[in-house]
Antibody
């Protein structure tokens, strides 16, 4: 059974940094693309970033480009999102997601990031 | 980059059927999409992958009441014999070479 468990969320001041982690199990982690998707309070799902199976290719939403960095450690079955220069509008639940094919196939439970002074 | 358009809300009675629509923007009418369900306070759940041909592939444990179909740029999610637990937000998703894209979501109310 696929399991995706996010961690690292919390309260952070504007301009600060935070690193989210996602521990993956139940599938061959090194074989698939992975995504981060976020959801602001009361709003819809918004894609943030994705990374290919070996980490050599990444993409970002315009709203986070230059501030967020996605990475993975296939030896540890772990996905990361380094978030720098955080803004109030980055406040959201952040979901780790697995893509067996071109779209999302499985979701984690999410971790809440609150950017506030 | 593709754009996905969904109605903001829909409603239907318990035991009836409802058909939700996700429309792909111009130039992307043949794209594959995915449907996801998000019940209140929960993480999203993958429902199915839906091709332009109308072929669909459901996720593990998704009830038979859920089905997909396509016509042109429109992708449909049909839920038959509506249950109270089907009340949720439903999102469609697609992709291109640079990004994933989600629709704005449809809030389904079961009356």
């Amino acid at each position: 059974e696929v399991q995706l468990v996010e961690s690292g969320g919390g309260l952070i001041q504007p301009g600060g940094s935070l690193r989210l982690s996602c521990a993956a199990s139940g599938f061959t982690f090194s074989g698939y693309w992975m995504h981060w998707v976020r959801q602001a309070p009361g709003k819809g799902l918004v894609w943030v970033s994705r990374i290919n199976s070996d980490g050599s290719s990444t993409n970002y939403a315009d709203s986070v480009k230059g501030r967020f960095t996605i990475s993975r450690d296939n030896a540890k079955n772990a996905l990361y999102l380094q978030m720098d220069s955080l803004r109030a509008e980055d406040t959201a639940v952040y979901y780790c997601a697995l893509a067996y094919t071109v779209t999302t196939d499985s979701w984690g439970q999410g971790t809440l990031v609150t950017v506030s002074s | 980059q593709p754009v996905l358009t969904q109605s903001s809300s829909a409603s239907a009675s318990l035991g009836s059927s409802v058909k939700l629509t996700c429309t792909l923007s111009s130039g992307h009418s043949s794209s594959i999409i995915a449907w996801h369900q998000q019940q209140a306070g929960k993480a999203p759940r993958y429902l199915m992958k839906l091709e332009g041909s109308g072929n669909y592939n459901k996720g593990s444990g998704v009830p038979d009441r859920f089905s997909g179909s396509s016509f042109g740029a429109d992708r449909y999610l049909t839920i038959s014999n509506l249950q109270s637990e089907d009340e949720a937000d439903y999102y469609c998703e697609t992709w291109d070479s640079n990004a994933q894209v989600f629709g704005g979501g449809t809030k389904l109310t079961v009356l």
